[in-house]
């Protein structure tokens, strides 16, 4: 559908497009319980950091980085999608807790759909960009190599893994 509304031509979101929206407004505004519902009982979900998590993962993942983030900000973009599939691209802004260095990631998000939930998400982003802003000297100069790359995936997972066992978690 169409509609003219002051002389610019917008067209009908599609549903999934507002499922993206929803996800990144409640992603800016910190509401982690919204994210999680939105995601189908069998999602998963992968970035350069966190591989192939479940969806009870992946739950606990935003709540962990939203509940430990002092001063993240998020913004969204270019949201489209089908019956099927969506993307968008989306920023965020926010100090890195194990440096105290700022860091801008840009990262695109890649969606798949089943049962009007998120079933697939993949988010990507260039690594050795991120890990110049967030580990300084030795991002320059190391970031790229599978070295680094493992050690911050294995430090993600230890502490993911860690908020997972708290009670209040479970």
């Known amino acids: 559908m169409i509609s003219l509304s002051c002389g610019i031509i917008r067209h009908a979101m599609h549903p999934h497009e507002n499922l993206i929206s929803q996800f990144y407004t409640a992603f ?24 192939g998590l479940s969806s009870k993962e992946v739950k606990a993942m935003w709540e962990m980085l939203l509940t430990s983030s002092k001063d993240l900000e ?4 270019n949201v489209t999608a089908d019956g099927t599939r969506g993307g968008c691209q989306w920023d965020a802004w926010y100090t890195f807790s194990r440096t105290g260095r700022k860091v801008h990631n840009r990262i695109h998000a890649a969606f798949e759909f089943k049962d009007g ?54």
């Open 117 to 170: 939930k998120i079933f697939r998400h993949h988010d990507t982003f260039d690594f050795w960009r991120w890990s110049r802003q967030a580990l300084g000297t030795s991002g320059l100069f190391l970031g790229w190599t599978s070295v680094v790359k493992n050690k911050v995936r294995f430090t993600a997972r230890k502490a993911l893994d860690k908020f997972m066992r708290k009670p209040e978690n479970q």
């Open 28 to 51: 800016r505004n910190k509401d982690y319980v919204t994210m999680q519902e939105l995601y189908h009982p069998e999602a998963t979900f992968s970035d350069p950091v966190f591989e």
């Open 74 to 77: 998020v913004t969204f973009s």
